[in-house]
Nanobody
Framework: QVQLVESGGGSVQAGGSLRLSCAVSGYRYSTDYMGWFRQAPGKEREGVAAIDTDGGTNYADSVKGRFTISKDNSKNTLYLEMNSLKPEDTAMYYC?????????????????WGQGTQVTVSS
């Protein structure tokens, strides 16, 4: 059974930083595509960052230069380092695995999802 468990969310002031983690079990994730998504109230889920099997990355324009996606295969964990946070980054953040298209930021291409972790940025 595949499980993705996010952690690291919280409340910070604008300009602050957070590091999200996604622990993966029951899945040979190191060989597949993974990503981070977010969804704010009343808005559609949007892709934030994606990583491929070779460590290649792709980012949404809104987070380029501020967010960094990475993974540690030895720990079966995906990360999202978020710096210079803005109030518009406030959302529930989800990790996704089992991507069927390399570096895509479209949610329909991912098979497995975590339950999410809340990030709130105050001005």
């Amino acid at each position: 059974q595949v499980q993705l468990v996010e952690s690291g969310g919280g409340s910070v002031q604008a300009g602050g930083s957070l590091r999200l983690s996604c622990a993966v079990s029951g899945y040979r994730y190191s060989t597949d595509y993974m990503g981070w998504f977010r969804q704010a109230p009343g808005k559609e889920r949007e892709g934030v960052a994606a990583i491929d099997t070779d460590g290649g990355t792709n980012y949404a324009d809104s987070v380029k230069g501020r967010f960094t996606i990475s993974k540690d295969n030895s720990k079966n964990t995906l990360y999202l380092e978020m710096n210079s946070l803005k109030p518009e980054d406030t959302a529930m953040y989800y990790c996704a695995a089992g991507g069927r298209l390399s570096l895509t930021l479209q949610s329909r291409w991912y098979n497995y999802w975590g339950q999410g972790t809340q990030v709130t940025v105050s001005s």
